[in-house]
């Protein structure tokens, strides 16, 4: 695979995420562009990184004259708000028709139809454009990112491996899942996950200060062993289940904390919580693709 010129459409930390990753692993910067409405973004982006950084996304997506480099993109990632994607696809459409890049979209809860129909609302021609819709997480800002991806039917075995040359910038552990819904099911695992767990190390941290400890020391605690139990679920050869079994020796301090918590229905709360998100993410997508 040769090295694909990137564009961002959207600047935020998404965005610098991946910027940032890919550089670091040594993607030139002649190869990126970022188009950001914001003159002090803009600004900060191009002063950090070295990227040029554009403020019409026509630009960016086709290369403007007097640009580094005035060659079509072969990805362009959508890193934009849900409420504006919209109208931001829309006023890119042609251009997008005209160079036929690969199109990631991270943007939460629209679905690859609408982006199809925003694209090709107003084009008669058959070419179309290749779209896959990647699910990251905030974990991807330090570089411990989970994510999923979908492919529609017109990505290709390399705009595959474009896709993954992206993600594997902000992602530790990344997978494609078979049909779009799975995108959904990725959110309510992964995307939303960070969420779950900030909110047990506040619990820990608040029942630990109740139990004597400052409060930097019990958050430090809580949180240092969720980074080490995940790194033993990812390493060890024992399956969840057995790795919860080994610590809770029977009649003990962790049984008695578990047995609470399953009284009080931990384990369900999290189950219902995680299919009220999958429940989100279909409403949503009919809410954005409406727009």
């Given amino acids: 695979m040769t ?112 982006f199809a129909r925003w694209i090709h609302s107003d084009s008669s021609s058959k070419a179309r454009v290749p779209l896959v819709r990647l699910m990251p997480n905030t974990p ?20 595959k491996q474009q896709t993954e040359y992206v993600v594997r910038n902000i992602a530790k552990e990344y997978f494609w899942v078979d049909t779009e819904a799975g995108v959904d099911a990725v959110c309510a695992v992964s995307g939303s996950g960070p969420a779950y767990f900030f909110l047990v190390i506040e619990a820990m941290e608040k029942a630990g200060v109740e139990l004597g400890l400052p409060a930097d020391v019990a958050k430090r605690l809580a949180a240092q062993t969720a980074l080490g139990a995940a790194r033993m679920v990812l390493t060890s050869e024992d399956d969840v289940a057995t790795l919860r079994r080994k610590v809770t020796s029977p009649n003990g301090t962790t049984h008695a904390a578990i047995e609470k918590m399953i009284e009080e229905k931990v384990p369900e709360g999290v189950q219902n919580g995680m299919l009220a998100c999958r429940e989100r993410c279909t409403t949503l997508s009919e809410e954005f693709g409406n727009l």
Wanted: aromatic fraction near 4%; hydrophobic fraction near 45%.
């Fill in 140 to 159: 991807a800002l330090v570089g411990e990112g989970a994510a999923g991806m979908f492919a529609d039917s017109d990505v290709s075995p390399e705009q």
């Fill in 3 to 114: 090295v694909p010129c990137i564009t961002f459409i959207g600047g935020g930390n998404m965005c610098e995420a991946i910027l940032a990753g890919l550089l670091k692993t040594g993607h030139p910067t002649s190869h990126v562009r970022v188009s950001e409405p914001f003159d002090q973004r803009r600004a900060f982006l191009r002063e950090t990184y070295g990227v040029e950084v554009f403020a019409d996304n026509n630009d960016a997506v086709t290369g403007a004259t007097g640009s580094i480099s005035t060659a079509a993109p072969d990805v362009v990632v959508l890193a934009v708000k849900p409420q504006v994607v919209g109208d931001v696809v829309r006023g890119i459409s042609k251009s997008l028709q005209t160079t036929q890049p690969l199109v990631i979209s991270i943007v939460a809860g629209v679905a690859i139809k609408d």
